[in-house]
């Protein structure tokens, strides 16, 4: 659950700088007020749910993602094949009978011959190279599997970032709520004194109202975030709070490092696969076509004499494998198409990862300027502009814009921070690497 601390922490940069500001609006007492109160509130909430953070989330979705159980049972298909391939052909049992039920001395079953014999092909290299082909088959449903992983580990850790995003806007959109009403009250008493006219007043009040609305909409996005994080698991919708620091920005790699973590992508790793895949083929294809061997053994009786003779025989099929030669030139032409598709996937990657390296880096750049310049500067003008407005040299107009300002400057940094996150997101997917740090 988060605690007291949690909560300013996460708070830092958007929440806490309307706290400690020393204006006539946002006197100790309200300050202290609001350190309180959302705690207490947020402690109350959470008194019945679990604090979940994104290796949490991860692990749920993967586990119980109804998607990841598609891959277990083609696996265990892919499993009954191999042991398919294993099981030897059959033995061929036959029985003849010869020089019976003709004429003269073969009129009856005083001069026949009686054979039973049992006959198999020779095929283990065929068979071999059957349960190869059925293995490296096999292993493409574990690449498929990883891929899927890394987009739902992705989905969920983006799922995961909006509610800790929401959560935030909600608490700017309180505290602008806040501000609104404080403001109304001090117009109101100014408006009682005769400084200010009353059309501020109705202004002020506009205001407030809308700030109300900026809240309840919030509070449903949240909600609705909210569940769609759990429903990835299939939990219950008020079961789990998201937990997390944004502040916690992630370490921007250089490109090299990054470009070499792409080769180990599931994606490119499937391509090898297939390829692989179709190698075995060619060679099971050009086994089936060889001339297969076929032996028989059997024992074989003489009425006439009352003996019995042992028998054996082979049989070799004439011809050569060019049979197989139209099935492997087939399977030669899937194994450069997989070749270059996987050329073609790498390129769309290393074009992708430079594009939200580059993002990032921008993301940092204005997370860094709106938190060590604009912002500080925007709240001294918001001082400045209270103590103006208070003592009568600034219009309301002016009063509430420079406000407004820096409340849309600290949305701006929420999502800056968001933004960074996601990029980094998704340049995890892209790369294969962890997604639960």
Known sequence: ????????????????????????????????LL??????????????????DLSQAISFSLSEHPEM???THQREALNARVKQAKILPRPTIGLTI????????????????????IAWVLEYRAIDSRVNAAKNAATQVDFERDIKALDISAHTAKLFIEALILEQRLQLAKLAEQQANDALSAITR?????????IEQLQSEAELVRRGLEVEDLEHELEASRYQLVAQWGGEANQYVPQGDLLDVPVIENLPTQLAKLKAHPALLAFANQQRIAQSQIELARIEAKPKWQVSAGIRRYE????????????????????????????????????????????KLNTQLFVLLQNMKHSKHVIDTLTDRVIPLLEKASDEANRAYDIGRLGYLEWTSIRQELLSTQAQLLDAYQAIHLQHIEIQRLTGASLSN
């Not at 830092?12 to 300050?31: E, H, N, Q, S, V």
Request: charged letters at 15%; one cysteine or more; a negative charge.
């Open 1 to 32: 659950m988060h605690s007291e601390l949690d909560f300013c922490l996460i708070l830092k940069p958007i929440a806490a700088r309307f706290l400690i500001r020393k204006t006539l609006w946002f006197c100790l007492p309200f300050a202290s």
């Open 35 to 52: 350190l309180i109160l959302p705690s207490l509130a947020h402690a109350q909430d959470m008194s019945n749910q679990q604090a979940l």
């Open 69 to 71: 159980t598609v891959f």
């Open 98 to 117: 010869e020089d019976a039920m003709g004429t003269g001395t073969h009129s009856n079953f005083g001069a026949a011959q009686s054979t039973l014999n």
């Open 190 to 198: 100014r408006v009682e004194a005769g400084k200010s006219l009353s």
């Open 304 to 347: 006439s004499t009352d003996d019995f003779g042992l028998v054996a025989g082979i049989s070799i099929p004439f011809g050569n494998d060019a049979r197989s030669l139209g099935d492997v030139q087939v399977i030669q032409a899937k194994q450069a198409e997989y070749q270059s598709q996987a050329d073609v996937l790498a390129r």
